[in-house]
């Protein structure tokens, strides 16, 4: 006789990784010293330049500005403005 045991797994909120982005490009705000967002021009939130608390790029990088914080603009256009300009792009 063959019998078989189905159990069924959920995972908590508090079971996720808090070092996983959320959504894809997403920074993950434990690697930030600066918290924060502003709307771009296409109305998209986006956070705000901050300083990366890991010593390399953050997750979700787009650029390193020229004043050492790394910008997660969505497009070139305008990208760490006010902030020196940027240093070097990441993607």
Same mark, same amino acid.
């Given at each position: 006789?063959?019998?078989? %045991?189905?159990? #069924?797994?959920?995972? #908590? &909120?508090?079971? *996720?990784?808090?070092? *996983?982005? $959320?959504?894809?490009?997403?920074? %993950?705000?434990?690697? $930030? /010293?600066?918290?924060?967002?502003?709307?771009?021009? *296409?109305?998209e939130t986006v956070h705000a330049p &901050?300083?990366? $608390?890991l010593g390399a790029a953050p997750d979700? &990088?787009? &650029? /390193?500005? @020229?004043?050492?914080?790394?910008?997660?603009s969505h497009s070139r256009s305008g990208?760490? #403005?006010?902030?020196?300009? %940027?240093? #070097?792009? $990441? @993607?």
């Amino acid at each position: 006789m063959f019998c078989a %045991v189905f159990t #069924s797994w959920a995972i #908590s &909120a508090e079971a *996720k990784s808090p070092l *996983k982005p $959320l959504t894809p490009g997403a920074p %993950v705000e434990e690697q $930030l /010293k600066e918290h924060g967002d502003y709307t771009n021009a *296409k109305g998209e939130t986006v956070h705000a330049p &901050a300083h990366s $608390l890991l010593g390399a790029a953050p997750d979700g &990088a787009t &650029a /390193k500005c @020229r004043d050492g914080e790394f910008s997660f603009s969505h497009s070139r256009s305008g990208t760490c #403005s006010g902030h020196g300009g %940027v240093g #070097s792009w $990441l @993607r």
